[in-house]
């Protein structure tokens, strides 16, 4: 159970907030940074949000006021001394917000971190993280309601609503509970309309990620029985794409569409290593599986990078690991 009393408390009895959240970010990562810079706006605090990375355009309509900013040293430094409470959201290990690390280990703010990964978020003075939730936005969703802040109209569902909606995705994902569907009744209540957050979503994608999906599906490989499938992608495929490597993303899921795999990855190369993103069936952990290779993430999507290893090398490395989690 998440203390959302203490959560108040913390926020009352402070005026300015800083809001980050994670490397490469999602729905859930920004939805839920622009819910609660909302919330925070309505009870009258000072806020910035600064993260590591620049808002992914398909994500962009969610920040209509255009506060979210990428980290720049020079001009957000001084934020970390002025402003006093540092709130991480959708991530549980402060080495997701990547550049922003050492500023904010060494900032004397209040460290408050919201989150609905397994993982503990040490770092934080104040963790509000419960692994039961559908994604950090439902938490935040159940935060204004529990402390009754003010009714959920549009403005605030829609952020939330993509958050949910991507999460789960699109209301199928394990932690989808009855009470996901009457949080996202509620925000159809407030004036979300589903298909308008879908096709901005998943409806504007660009040439060159179509082009690198096909890149990816033909270099589809399997284990001996088809428990395991893998795709790869050289940095040079991503590199002729001229895409974000946040638009590949989702390629992963397409090994779990074959209904004899119980694992899936995609393995893309960047140019100091290469990086593993990882999905499983029922209840093998692939975050067990990616914390042997320095990452972590959900039982069934997680993720990990690995540095200084060649990738056509060490895939075996992975692919035999990955084959202990199958029993
Ligand atoms: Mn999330």
Known sequence: ?????????????????????????????????????????RMNKKIAIINHNQTPYYLKFLDTENIIKKFN?????????????????????IDRIASLEETVRESKMVKVCIDHHDENCSFSDYAFCDSE???????????IKSENLFRIDKEIAIPIYAAVMTDTGSFVYEKTS???HR?????????????????KIYEQVKYGRIKL??????????????????????????????????????????????????????FYELKDGFKVSYRSRGDIPVNKLASEFGGGGHLNAAGSKIVGKEMIDYIRVILNTAEKYLN
Do not use: C
Request: proline share 3%.
């Open 73 to 93: 040293p020079a001009e957000h430094n001084k934020l970390f001394v002025e402003y006093e409470v540092i709130i991480s959201l959708d991530l549980s290990t």
């Open 133 to 143: 939730y559908s994604s950090t936005a439902e938490i935040i969703f159940d935060f």
């Open 178 to 180: 009855p009470k996901t």
């Open 1 to 41: 159970m998440i203390d959302f009393e203490l959560l108040r408390k913390i926020i009352d009895q402070h005026n300015s907030f800083i809001l980050t959240t994670h490397v490469n970010p999602d729905a859930d990562a920004i939805g839920s940074e622009i819910a609660m810079y909302y919330l925070l706006k």
């Open 213 to 266: 999906l096909g890149k990816a599906l033909s270099s589809i490989s399997f284990n001996e029985n088809k428990t395991i499938a893998w795709l790869t992608l050289k940095e040079s495929d991503l590199q002729e794409a001229d895409i974000d490597e946040t638009d590949i993303d989702g390629f992963v899921n397409y090994t779990m569409k074959i209904d004899s795999v119980k694992i899936g990855m995609l």
């Open 183 to 199: 949080v996202a009744a509620e925000l159809l209540e407030a004036g979300v309309v589903p298909r308008d957050i879908y096709k």
